[in-house]
């Protein structure tokens, strides 16, 4: 049974500031992994994919990937009071997404 | 339009009803999924679709759910003899093949009384 596990929160930080959500797997095969934005009462939405160990950025979003510890994580540059919402974090493999419980963040003005 | 589109977004059943709850994927999309979200944890896996057949349906809870996908395109999930504890959100997601980004619906929240 593959786990993906992620600190449930909630994570509080200051507009402008860098939130940095974590997780960790249980599958040392897994080669797919993504982060998903998720607003109270509405659907996943992809934000962040990664397949290969280091770091990938788009705009103000890191993510890191660090096979060998089974880490995920995404960091969010100059956060803002819209990123508030929780954040899962998801494993692929044999044409499946297991999810974590998410990440709840509250990005305070 | 562009997206996932899921109908309805609300359903409120009586216990012991039969539901079906359809997901139409982005165009082009070949794989289809079906997840389930119930409040404060991660979505769960149901059933895979690669093109009109049932790849994995391993997520499924019981034999009172089913899906199918016909022509490779529209998916419906039904549900019978519903239970309260099959309340929560339904989610489709669509990829373009298996194995890649995975672009979810808004949901159909699921409430059975």
């Known amino acids: 049974q593959k786990e993906v596990e992620q600190n449930s929160g909630p994570l509080s930080v200051p507009e402008g500031a860098i939130a940095s959500l974590n997780c960790t797997y249980s599958?040392?095969?897994?080669?797919?992994f993504f982060w998903y934005r998720q607003y109270s009462g509405k659907s996943p939405e992809l934000i962040m994919s990664i397949y290969s160990n280091g770091d990938k950025e788009d705009g103000r979003f890191t993510a890191q990937l660090n096979k060998a510890s089974q880490y995920v994580s995404l960091l969010i540059r100059d956060s803002q009071p819209s990123d508030s919402a929780t954040y899962l974090c998801?494993?692929?493999?044999?044409?499946?997404?297991?999810f974590g419980k998410g990440t709840l963040l509250t990005v305070n003005p | 339009g562009a997206g996932v589109s899921q109908t309805p977004s609300n359903k409120v059943t009586e216990k012991g009803k039969y539901v079906e709850l359809r997901c139409d994927p982005i165009?082009?999309?070949?794989?289809l999924y079906w997840y389930r979200q119930s409040l404060g944890q991660g979505p769960e896996f149901l059933i895979y679709?690669?093109?009109?057949?049932?790849?994995?349906d391993s997520g499924l809870p019981n034999d009172r759910f089913f899906a199918v996908r016909p022509e490779g395109s529209v998916s419906t999930l039904k549900i019978q003899r519903t239970e309260r504890g099959d309340s929560a959100m339904y989610l489709c997601a669509s990829s373009v093949q298996g194995d890649t980004e995975a672009f979810f619906g808004q949901g159909t929240r699921l409430t059975v009384v």
């Open positions: 165009s082009g999309h070949t794989a």
């Open positions: 599958d040392r095969g897994s080669q797919s």
């Open positions: 998801a494993e692929g493999s044999n044409y499946k997404l297991t």
């Open positions: 679709f690669q093109g009109t057949g049932a790849a994995d």
